[in-house]
Every structure is written in structure tokens, then in C-alpha cells.
């Protein structure tokens, strides 16, 4: 699944994360991907000193890599409440992931939606 942002989007996110200079640049590199949050990362990644593949979905797998993390239930309910400065900061500070792709991961979650996004994990619980 290919996430593609509008401008008016991007332009949202970007003043909800004005704090972070990590988020404005990658936001920068999704606005110059126009809008291919996909695209984006991998580049970020690359410029973090990573060595994504370039197969499509790479971004999901990071994502997954936080999924944990990020459904634990004060995150999560950051997420559904679209506090995107406090779950940047928890994000950022657990050192899941560079910080410069914190922001193509969150957007991700956002998009994807956080209840699907979580599920798998939700199922993974119930059946323990």
C-alpha cells in the first residue's frame, strides 16, 4: 500500500511538528518525493547510514519493528487522539528507530490507521 500525502497534508504535519527538526526534514524529503512517504524514507534512511532494500513495504517493516512500542496503550491513545508531539517524543527518545524516520513511521500508523495498524498485536495478546 502506497501512502501518498497531499501538500495541504504535509503542510499539516509540518506545523503540528514544528519542534522537531528531525520531522521538518523529513517531512522536506516526503514534500520532494511529492508526497510518497515510501520514497521518502528510504532516502532518509539512506542518509541515517541505513541500507534499506528498495523493495516496496520497506517502510512498513520498520514500522512493525515499533509496533510494540507504539500500541502500548498510552501511546496508542496518543496516536487515536492525533498527539503527534507527545508520541514523537516517546518515539524519538526510545531509539526504535533513527530519529530522522520517526516522522515517515508515525504518518504511517496515522494513515494506515492506528486500530489496523494495531490489530496483529491485539490478536497476539488476546491469544496468550
Known amino acids: 500500500m502506497t501512502i501518498v500525502l497531499s501538500f495541504a497534508d504535509i503542510a499539516r504535519y509540518r506545523s503540528e511538528l ?4 528531525d520531522a ?3 517531512l522536506d524529503a516526503i514534500e520532494d518525493c ?24 520497506w517502510l512498513e517493516g520498520v514500522a512493525k519493528r515499533c509496533r510494540a512500542f507504539l500500541c502500548q496503550a498510552d501511546h496508542r491513545t496518543a496516536l487515536e487522539a492525533g498527539n503527534l508531539n507527545q ?14 524516520l520517526a516522522t ?3 504518518i504511517f500508523v496515522l494513515e494506515t490507521g492506528v486500530e489496523t495498524f494495531c490489530e496483529p498485536l491485539n490478536y497476539q495478546l488476546s491469544s496468550e
Open 24 to 26: 521538518l526534514v523529513a
Open 18 to 21: 514544528a519542534n522537531y527538526p
Open 87 to 100: 508520541i514523537m517524543e516517546s518515539l524519538t527518545q526510545s531509539r526504535l528507530c533513527p530519529p530522522i
Open 34 to 57: 511529492e508526497g510518497d512517504i515510501e520514497d521518502a524514507a528510504i532516502g532518509l534512511a539512506i542518509q541515517a547510514g541505513q541500507e534499506p532494500d528498495t523493495s516496496e513495504r
Open 104 to 106: 515517515p513511521v508515525i
